[in-house]
Structures are given as structure tokens and as C-alpha cells.
């Protein structure tokens, strides 16, 4: 505590000066334009001239701290009562060498949280520099979210998919851990070039992969074709890849992105079916399949409703009815998780027709949703690529899609939402309802240039918030505005209700025979 009581004054060209008022405008405004988590700290001083605290002054846009809070959130806090202890951490002591002396430090430090009274320890880099008086510190977390490990490495086995990442100007190729799975490649042999695994291709393949492979690396057109590769010691793989190239301002590639997808499971299912339809020569059979095949995408694509799901501090029920008869799976489709960061990841989705084509549109768009919004993708930037990967997905040709996509931030209670081409979110509070109003965006699929916002609003105690699917409304030969103005009086009949999801979608969909896949997700403090 000797450290803690000390006066510290800084030596510098600098002076004396706290770096409030003047210098950190200057400050803040050199950290506007620096990328990851740097702050700027002021010291303030006890009766007795020592540290007895410091505030934090500036921070960069993307600046992030160890509890979730972003930098309109950091401003103005006081250290020691946002970081309780930390006074009696190294990291303190160095915030009073590095004040004193103006030596830089430039070192790893733990920390740990807790979640849900579980402690975690996170380990940072951490550099601290005097500026102006204060202090510019910035973070680097070196340990990844357990969590987001799990969830990352399910999805990509689930899906039997890997990424890949190649820098043509170093030469380097990153592949992740699937990718060898799907290869039965040793890790230590490294990853393999496209150009050779065209090699692998059956001959009946091999020029289209290898014409394919020319366009993307030569001119940096997309790549996408599933081809069958015969690797040494393995069987004949079914391959899907999917690659898009970075240029330089020459128009000449210079990094290439993709993933690589295990289509052979699929293939073999689609071959025995094609053989069992054959055989029977009735639709009957055919549809038998279809159910099975779809039981089994329940299983894995979208889990059946639960109620009561607790995320973030949040209640959220499920309603979810598809329309064909005997599948529990349909076109429209919901996501309702705790992301890494500890927020609630919300999504509802839409996808046009019905059938297992519908279905696996939804599961193309739920899983690279999901997996977008884990890895910290920024909301309008997700639908933009998803939008890109309707466009550019064969399967998919001609295929649309309307979504409402939501992250809700419990330090802050806030709710920061995104729509492609969606009805908007209801909300009900003390005694009124009404709809939020819609940021831009178009449909997922009906345009390659879209533009899509991001909308906030926080959500208060006794709030419920309503996102639905437009089967929840239409009615044949009425115009939307009437369904929506239903909706809106039937959930406000019913807020008080402990059931009120049952009850709003009960209300609304019993008198009517329904004409659309039905999902609805509620959600309440």
C-alpha cells in the first residue's frame, strides 16, 4: 500500500498538467481514429497530493473493457469504482511508475471476472504510456471466450465446415481445425494450396476446379463448386468451395477468404433417397423421407420451443408452428442464445415457400448468422453477408428472405436491432403498444448493393417486446396495416397475462385457418 499512498509527480516536457480540459479534447480526438480498446486516464489527486484515483477521460470507438462496456459507457468513470480492487493489483502499481517516471510499461496481466458467480480468468496484454499528464492505456484480451471456442467448433463440426484464409502477397494459408478433419490431413504437414488439392479432383471434375481455382487466384473471381476429391488414404469426399478474393487497386488479388463444406454425408443421403424413391415409385415414399430427413434437422438446425429461457437478464418465450403437416421444421426460424460477451443474441427469420428447400435456406442463414454474431460481427455488416451469401450460393438461386436480428447489451439494458425487409418489433409499456420505428433494410436476396441501420431502444422492467413472423398476422385479401393494428390490440388485451404469449398467438391464430409457417419470440424483464 506504500505504492498507493506515494505523491506522484510527472517528469516530463509535459508538466504537471492533469490532462483535463484542453488536453484531453486533444486526446480523445487522436483516439477517435485508433482502432482497438485504448483509453486515456486522469489522475486525481488526495488531500495530501498522492493518486488517489483515476478517471478515465477518452477512449477509442472500438475500446471494450472487461465488462462488456463500450466507449460511450467508459467515459467519465472513475477506475477504482468501475474495477473494485484493482488498487491492489500490479497493474496499479504500474499506472503509478509509469505516471512518476515516464518509463513505459508493456506487459501481460490477469484478471478475473465473474459470470453468473462463476469466477473466469482472462488474461490481457497491457501497455501504458504518460501523455499530457495521464495516462494512454490500451488492451489486447489474449485468451479467447471459453465459451465462444465451444459454440464456434460445434457449429463448424454440426455443419462439417472449415474456413481458410490465404495471404497471396506472404504466401501464408491458415486453415481451422475442421478443415483437417474433413481432409484427414495431419496438422503438422500444414494446409494445402487449392491448386494442389485440384490435383485430388476426379477427372470428370479436375477442369472445373482447376479452371475455377485460375479465375480466383489470377483474376479474383468468386468461387463456388462442390467437387470430388479422392485424398490419399480416404475415400471419394464430396467438397463444397466457396472462396472470394481482396484486390489491391490494380484489380489483382491479394488475400483470398473461403470455407470448405463436407457435402458427402448429404450426397449419400441424397443418393439413398433418390434410390428409395425410385424403388417405390409412389409419392407416398417420398414424402416419408422428406419427414424423416426434416426430424432429423430438428435435432440439429433449431431446437424445440422452451419456455422460460433466462438470456441476459431476459425472459424470452417461444412460439414456433410450422404450416406443413407432420414436419417440425419449416421456412421460418428463430435463434435465441447468450453470446460470449454475456449479451442475448435474438433472431427471427423468415424465409419464402415451404418444404425442405425453405428449410435449408434457414439453416444456411441460421448457422452463419449465429456463428457471425459470436465472432462479434456488427449487426448491419451480418446481413450484408448474408445477403452476399444468398446471391452467391447456387442452391440458392432466386431465394429471399425477410429477418429481424437483435442484441440485447445487459449493462446497459439497451436493445440494438437490425431488419432485412421484416415487420417491426412490438412493444408493449404501461398501457400502450406500439411498433418500433423500422431502420433500413431490405430483404435478404432481391438486390447485390443493399444498405441496412442499426435502431436501439431499452427496455425497461414490465416492457414486453414482440418479434414475430408474418404468418402471426395475414389474413387472405386484408391489407397488413389491419393485421398489425390486431396484434397490437391483442397484446395489449392480454399484457397482464402470465401466459401472454399463448394467449396473443391463440387469440390471433385460432378463428383463422392459418396459410403460413407461425414464429414469435417474447420477450420480457
Request: with cysteine; aromatic share 4%; proline share 7%.
Given at each position: 500500500?506504500?505504492?498507493?499512498?506515494?505523491?506522484?509527480?510527472?517528469?516530463?516536457?509535459?508538466?504537471?498538467?492533469?490532462?483535463?480540459?484542453?488536453?484531453?479534447?486533444?486526446?480523445?480526438?487522436?483516439?477517435?481514429?485508433?482502432?482497438?480498446?485504448?483509453?486515456?486516464?486522469?489522475?486525481?489527486?488526495?488531500?495530501?497530493?498522492?493518486?488517489?484515483?483515476?478517471?478515465?477521460?477518452?477512449?477509442?470507438?472500438?475500446?471494450?473493457?472487461?465488462?462488456?462496456?463500450?466507449?460511450?459507457?467508459?467515459?467519465?468513470?472513475?477506475?477504482?469504482?468501475?474495477?473494485?480492487?484493482?488498487?491492489?493489483?500490479?497493474?496499479?502499481?504500474?499506472?503509478?511508475?509509469?505516471?512518476?517516471?515516464?518509463?513505459?510499461?508493456?506487459?501481460?496481466?490477469?484478471?478475473?471476472?465473474?459470470?453468473?458467480?462463476?469466477?473466469?480468468?482472462?488474461?490481457?496484454?497491457?501497455?501504458?504510456?504518460?501523455?499530457?499528464?495521464?495516462?494512454?492505456?490500451?488492451?489486447?484480451?489474449?485468451?479467447?471466450?471459453?465459451?465462444?471456442?465451444?459454440?464456434?467448433?460445434?457449429?463448424?463440426?454440426?455443419?462439417?465446415?472449415?474456413?481458410?484464409?490465404?495471404?497471396?502477397?506472404?504466401?501464408?494459408?491458415?486453415?481451422?481445425?475442421?478443415?483437417?478433419?474433413?481432409?484427414?490431413?495431419?496438422?503438422?504437414?500444414?494446409?494445402?494450396?487449392?491448386?494442389?488439392?485440384?490435383?485430388?479432383?476426379?477427372?470428370?471434375?479436375?477442369?472445373?476446379?482447376?479452371?475455377?481455382?485460375?479465375?480466383?487466384?489470377?483474376?479474383?473471381?468468386?468461387?463456388?463448386?462442390?467437387?470430388?476429391?479422392?485424398?490419399?488414404?480416404?475415400?471419394?469426399?464430396?467438397?463444397?468451395?466457396?472462396?472470394?478474393?481482396?484486390?489491391?487497386?490494380?484489380?489483382?488479388?491479394?488475400?483470398?477468404?473461403?470455407?470448405?463444406?463436407?457435402?458427402?454425408?448429404?450426397?449419400?443421403?441424397?443418393?439413398?433417397?433418390?434410390?428409395?424413391?425410385?424403388?417405390?415409385?409412389?409419392?407416398?415414399?417420398?414424402?416419408?423421407?422428406?419427414?424423416?430427413?426434416?426430424?432429423?434437422?430438428?435435432?440439429?438446425?433449431?431446437?424445440?420451443?422452451?419456455?422460460?429461457?433466462?438470456?441476459?437478464?431476459?425472459?424470452?418465450?417461444?412460439?414456433?408452428?410450422?404450416?406443413?403437416?407432420?414436419?417440425?421444421?419449416?421456412?421460418d426460424w428463430y435463434s435465441a442464445v447468450e453470446l460470449p460477451d454475456g449479451s442475448a443474441l435474438l433472431v427471427v427469420g423468415d424465409v419464402a415457400g415451404h418444404g425442405l428447400d425453405a428449410i435449408a435456406t434457414m439453416a444456411l442463414?441460421?448457422?452463419?448468422?449465429?456463428?457471425?454474431?459470436?465472432?462479434?460481427?456488427?449487426?448491419?455488416?451480418?446481413?450484408?453477408?448474408?445477403?452476399?451469401?444468398?446471391?452467391?450460393?447456387?442452391?440458392?438461386?432466386?431465394?429471399?428472405?425477410?429477418?429481424?436480428?437483435?442484441?440485447?447489451?445487459?449493462?446497459?439494458?439497451?436493445?440494438?436491432?437490425?431488419?432485412?425487409?421484416?415487420?417491426?418489433?412490438?412493444?408493449?409499456?404501461?398501457?400502450?403498444?406500439?411498433?418500433?420505428?423500422?431502420?433500413?433494410?431490405?430483404?435478404?436476396?432481391?438486390?447485390?448493393?443493399?444498405?441496412?441501420?442499426?435502431?436501439?431502444?431499452?427496455?425497461?422492467?414490465?416492457?414486453?417486446?414482440?418479434?414475430?413472423?408474418?404468418?402471426?398476422?395475414?389474413?387472405?385479401?386484408?391489407?397488413?396495416?389491419?393485421?398489425?393494428?390486431?396484434?397490437?390490440?391483442?397484446?395489449?388485451?392480454?399484457?397482464?397475462?402470465?401466459?401472454?404469449?399463448?394467449?396473443?398467438?391463440?387469440?390471433?391464430?385460432?378463428?383463422?385457418?392459418?396459410?403460413?409457417?407461425?414464429?414469435?419470440?417474447?420477450?420480457?424483464?
Open positions: 500500500m506504500a505504492d498507493q499512498q506515494r505523491r506522484v509527480t510527472p517528469r516530463s516536457e509535459d508538466g504537471p498538467d492533469t490532462g483535463a480540459g484542453p488536453d484531453a479534447a486533444v486526446v480523445a480526438e487522436v483516439l477517435a481514429a485508433l482502432p482497438g480498446s485504448v483509453v486515456f486516464l486522469v489522475p486525481e489527486y488526495g488531500p495530501r497530493g498522492e493518486v488517489a484515483d483515476f478517471r478515465l477521460a477518452a477512449a477509442s470507438p472500438a475500446a471494450v473493457d472487461i465488462g462488456g462496456r463500450g466507449a460511450g459507457e467508459l467515459l467519465g468513470r472513475s477506475v477504482r469504482a468501475t474495477y473494485p480492487g484493482i488498487e491492489d493489483t500490479e497493474l496499479w502499481r504500474h499506472y503509478l511508475e509509469v505516471l512518476e517516471t515516464g518509463a513505459a510499461h508493456e506487459g501481460e496481466t490477469e484478471y478475473e471476472e465473474s459470470t453468473v458467480g462463476i469466477p473466469h480468468h482472462s488474461r490481457y496484454r497491457v501497455r501504458v504510456t504518460r501523455c499530457r499528464g495521464g495516462l494512454i492505456v490500451s488492451w489486447e484480451r489474449l485468451d479467447s471466450d471459453e465459451r465462444e471456442r465451444r459454440r464456434l467448433a460445434l457449429m463448424q463440426r454440426l455443419g462439417r465446415m472449415g474456413w481458410v484464409d490465404r495471404d497471396l502477397v506472404r504466401g501464408e494459408i491458415t486453415w481451422s481445425d475442421e478443415v483437417y478433419s474433413i481432409f484427414g490431413r495431419d496438422r503438422e504437414l500444414g494446409p494445402m494450396p487449392l491448386e494442389e488439392l485440384a490435383a485430388h479432383a476426379e477427372d470428370t471434375d479436375r477442369e472445373a476446379m482447376e479452371r475455377a481455382v485460375a479465375g480466383l487466384l489470377k483474376a479474383g473471381e468468386p468461387m463456388d463448386l462442390t467437387v470430388r476429391l479422392r485424398l490419399p488414404g480416404r475415400r471419394t469426399r464430396h467438397v463444397r468451395v466457396v472462396s472470394e478474393a481482396e484486390t489491391d487497386v490494380a484489380g489483382l488479388p491479394v488475400r483470398v477468404h473461403g470455407f470448405f463444406q463436407d457435402l458427402t454425408s448429404a450426397k449419400d443421403t441424397e443418393r439413398r433417397l433418390l434410390e428409395q424413391q425410385e424403388a417405390a415409385l409412389a409419392q407416398q415414399g417420398q414424402l416419408a423421407a422428406e419427414r424423416a430427413l426434416a426430424a432429423r434437422l430438428q435435432e440439429t438446425l433449431l431446437p424445440r420451443p422452451q419456455r422460460n429461457l433466462d438470456l441476459s437478464g431476459l425472459t424470452v418465450d417461444v412460439a414456433y408452428r410450422p404450416l406443413q403437416e407432420g414436419l417440425e421444421l419449416g421456412g442463414l441460421r448457422f452463419t448468422a449465429k456463428g457471425m454474431a459470436i465472432t462479434g460481427t456488427p449487426l448491419p455488416a451480418v446481413l450484408a453477408n448474408l445477403n452476399t451469401l444468398l446471391l452467391h450460393t447456387p442452391e440458392r438461386d432466386g431465394d429471399t428472405a425477410t429477418m429481424i436480428m437483435a442484441v440485447y447489451q445487459p449493462a446497459a439494458s439497451r436493445l440494438t436491432w437490425v431488419r432485412a425487409g421484416h415487420l417491426p418489433p412490438l412493444l408493449v409499456r404501461e398501457g400502450r403498444a406500439r411498433f418500433l420505428p423500422s431502420p433500413r433494410g431490405i430483404l435478404l436476396g432481391a438486390t447485390a448493393d443493399p444498405r441496412y441501420e442499426a435502431a436501439t431502444v431499452d427496455l425497461l422492467p414490465g416492457d414486453h417486446l414482440l418479434l414475430y413472423t408474418d404468418g402471426l398476422i395475414e389474413k387472405p385479401d386484408e391489407p397488413i396495416d389491419e393485421g398489425l393494428a390486431r396484434l397490437a390490440d391483442t397484446a395489449l388485451a392480454h399484457a397482464d397475462s402470465p401466459r401472454f404469449l399463448d394467449e396473443v398467438v391463440g387469440t390471433l391464430v385460432a378463428p383463422h385457418p392459418r396459410r403460413d409457417d407461425i414464429c414469435a419470440l417474447h420477450v420480457s424483464r
